[in-house]
DNA sequence: GCCAACGTTGGC
DNA sequence: GCCAACGTTGGC
């Protein structure tokens, strides 16, 4: 999962009550899906900072919660409102995530593109812009290994 | 700050 | 259903 920490942050993730926030303000299709049919409790999490240098992973969380109505959406107040998402029938939805472990330092992006075994990652493709993307087993296990 | 990539919108 | 215009993302 992306994020630019100006926005919402790895040190942010661990301020916050339980160490879990919900996943809001995600309004991309495919983005979405992923969360509602993929994602479910337990699941492992890469935790990305983007935009700001060093572009990096920082760390692990888990979903915490499966996919619900971002609720986010209902308010006009908010910057992820969309009157087409309405309680009946949302539009949008999000998971809870829950911090897990720090990496004693980040996997930076740099970094990645060193490595063999990464080098197919969906983060590394060109024109990438997903905010959440899939992660193979054995890119997953690789990470673990760099990382433990 | 630039710009490639790409998703969304809306007129037709 | 097409596609031009526009907005956003995100690495460089």
Redesign the pocket.
């Known amino acids: 999962m992306?994020t630019?920490p100006g926005t919402f942050s790895w040190e942010d993730l661990q301020k916050c009550k339980k160490k879990t926030t919900h996943w809001e303000g995600v309004r991309?299709?495919q983005a979405r899906n992923f969360m509602m049919h993929e994602m479910k409790i337990g699941d492992g999490i890469l935790f990305y900072h983007?935009?700001v240098k060093p572009?990096a992973i920082m760390g692990i969380a888990r979903v915490s919660k499966n996919a619900y109505p971002d609720f986010f959406a209902f308010d006009p107040d908010s910057n992820y409102y969309d009157p087409k998402s309405s309680f009946d029938n949302p539009r949008w939805f999000m998971v809870d995530i829950t911090f897990e472990r720090s990496f004693r330092s980040p996997l930076t992006?740099d970094e990645i593109k060193t490595i063999p075994e990464l080098k197919e990652m969906n983060l590394l493709k060109?024109?990438n812009?997903?905010?959440i993307q899939p992660v193979s087993q054995k890119e997953w296990n690789k990470i673990q290994k760099l990382r433990p």
């Open positions: 992306k630019e991309n299709y983007s935009v572009t992006l060109k024109g812009r997903l905010s």
